[in-house]
Structures are given as structure tokens and as C-alpha cells.
């Protein structure tokens, strides 16, 4: 008695002995030509009963049709849908296992035929922080499947459509990337337009393509308590002024700036040397982030070649999110 309650309960049904599933299969113009695991059939319902575990293989042969009921204008294949909901783009090998999601229980899936043309749409899916870096590895939900049966995936990917299809995409939050924890803040979406979720959920967003490849960003931010400040020089000038035949006054100007997301604690050196050599160090304030300042000295020099290094943070007194950006290099020339 348990297990058949169970079963109906889960929309299955017993055939000798063995759990099935209704399977209803059929397309919006009945004069559509579907193949079901290799058999054809027209678009008018027809109803299978799938042992759990074995695969439906689906095919909307007709991807053009010259009308569709009384409408006698050419229809083209759109979609699969599942229980009345768009669920796949790809008109060829839809494959169905009965008891895998989203296949269990009895179902309805029906090739969706429209009358508009359309042009293909590649959809470009990255994660970036605040600061416009990539966060590869960050997973983004799909929805429907595209024209070549792919759903969610991992950043950077792309996914094709067609300009009439809408597109759900859904972040993420939060999410880990080089021991930092990130959280979601935003979309940002380009080429494409942006409909309304009718959702209070800030990661879900509806798209439509505009043109032939759209954009959609997702943008996160440092969590709370997971910061860190990162120094680095974000432009360096040199002057030089002669003083007599054989002397000249090297000035170096650095513009130090914190691109991270927590606070320079602590004052900073920055070191300027030329050859290898040190030849002055200038002292840089705390910063906050995104706030900079200049560093600068003077040094006279003979005729010659140079490579003038500015280090900042020389004396490792900071923990930053990127030790690697701290060094700027330039060569100098002096006739």
C-alpha cells in the first residue's frame, strides 16, 4: 500500500510490476514531423510510458514548416517545452531519462513552432569584481538550454540563441576565488535587452538579444571582513634637466595607488633606483582604497643609459592581495 500511494504521489504509474512515466510528446502544428526514439510521429499528442532509468531521444525533424494550422505563413522551430515552460533550444537529440531532473514524473514536452524570423545570438557569460577582474570558475545558471543543448556553466563561456528568445541567467552568491570571498552586487548586461524577473532576487536576470552577440556580466564585491589593500603604481613620469655639459637632474614623479578594498594601515616606502642602485625613497600616507599620492626624487646624473625601477611598498611592511604589482620599470637615455 505504501509504495503505490508513493508512486502516485510522484505522478508515476505500475505496468507489470515495473514504475513508469507518462510521457505526453507532441508540437504546436500538428503537421510537424517529430522523431521519438527513432520513430516518426506528427505533432498531435502521443503518450509513452517510459520504464524509470531509459532514455527518450527527441528530434524536431520539420525545422520549417509552410503553415501551421490556419496560418499559411512558414513557421520555423523555436523550442522544447517542459510542462508548459521553455526548456530547450536544441532541435536535435533532446534526450530525456525518466527519474534524472527534471524527468519525474509524468510530463508534458511540446516542440514550439513561431512565425517570426530570427538571428542567431552568441551570449558572452563572465564574473568580474569591482575592479573589472575576472573571476574565472564562477558558476551561472542557464535557462532554457541553448541550440546546442548547454545549460549552466562555469565563466568565461558563451551560449547561443536566437534574437525572440529570452534568456534567464542566475549568479552565484557568494562565491570563492584565491581565498577571497565575494558576494554578488550586480548585472551588467551589453547588446542585449533587459526584461522584468517580476523577483525580488537580485542574482536573476532576463535577457534578450539586440544584436548579434551580447554581454552579460556579473559583478561581485569583496564580502565583508575578507578585504585587502593592494598597492601599485599606477603611472610613473620622468623629468630631466641639464645643468652643465656633463651633469643633469633626474626627476622621477611615481603615483602610488591602493586598488584594493581595505585601507593601507600603515605609512609606506617607496624606493627609486637606477641600475640596480638606491638613489632615494619617498614615504607614501595610509591609504584608503582607491585613494593615491605621488612619490617623487632627485638625483643628478652623467650622459648615459639607465633603467630606473621604482618599488612601492620596498620594505614588505603590507599584506596585500597581489604582491606581484609593486614594480615599475622604465629606461632612461641621456645624450
Known amino acids: ?52 532509468g531509459e532514455t527518450v531521444t527527441l528530434q524536431a525533424l520539420s525545422q520549417q514548416l509552410p503553415n501551421c494550422g490556419a496560418q499559411q505563413i512558414l513557421h520555423y522551430f523555436d523550442r522544447w517545452d517542459f510542462n508548459g515552460e521553455p526548456y530547450s533550444k536544441a532541435p536535435q537529440q533532446l534526450r530525456l531519462r525518466a527519474g534524472q531532473l527534471p524527468f519525474t514524473a509524468n510530463s508534458r514536452v511540446q516542440a514550439v513552432y513561431r512565425s517570426q524570423p530570427a538571428a542567431l545570438c552568441v551570449i558572452a557569460v563572465d564574473a568580474q569584481d569591482s575592479l573589472g577582474r575576472y573571476l574565472p570558475g564562477t558558476f551561472i545558471d542557464v535557462r532554457p538550454l541553448d541550440i546546442l543543448g548547454d545549460g549552466g556553466g562555469v565563466t568565461p563561456f558563451v551560449r547561443n540563441f536566437d534574437t525572440l528568445t529570452d534568456v534567464w541567467l542566475q549568479a552565484s552568491s557568494p562565491v570563492s576565488f584565491e581565498g577571497k570571498s565575494y558576494r554578488f552586487a550586480r548585472w551588467e548586461v551589453e547588446e542585449a ?44 613620469y620622468v623629468d630631466i634637466s641639464q645643468l652643465s655639459p656633463s651633469a643633469w637632474l633626474l626627476k622621477p614623479r611615481a603615483y602610488v595607488e591602493n586598488i584594493g578594498t581595505a585601507t593601507v594601515p600603515i605609512p609606506t616606502k617607496t624606493a627609486f633606483l637606477l ?34 625601477t621604482v618599488i612601492v611598498d620596498s620594505k614588505n611592511q603590507v599584506s596585500e592581495c597581489n604582491e606581484n604589482n609593486n614594480i615599475k620599470e622604465t629606461i632612461i637615455t641621456v645624450p
Open 275 to 308: 641600475n640596480g642602485q638606491l638613489i632615494a625613497e619617498a614615504t607614501a600616507s595610509p591609504l584608503a582604497p582607491g585613494a593615491g599620492e605621488q612619490a617623487s626624487a632627485t638625483h643628478m646624473i652623467p650622459s648615459g643609459s639607465y633603467i630606473l
Open 1 to 52: 500500500m505504501r509504495s503505490s500511494v508513493w508512486a502516485l504521489l510522484m505522478g508515476l504509474v505500475l505496468v507489470g510490476g515495473q514504475v513508469k512515466l507518462d510521457l505526453e510528446i507532441s508540437a504546436t502544428c500538428e503537421n510537424a514531423v517529430l522523431s521519438i526514439n527513432g520513430r516518426l510521429s506528427s505533432g498531435r499528442p502521443v503518450t509513452l510510458s517510459v520504464p524509470l
Open 193 to 236: 535587452q533587459v526584461l522584468p524577473t517580476f523577483s525580488a532576487d537580485p542574482t536573476l536576470v532576463k535577457v534578450r538579444c539586440q544584436a548579434a552577440r551580447a554581454l552579460a556580466h556579473a559583478i561581485y564585491v569583496i564580502a565583508e571582513g575578507s578585504g585587502c589593500p593592494d598597492l601599485t603604481i599606477r603611472h610613473l
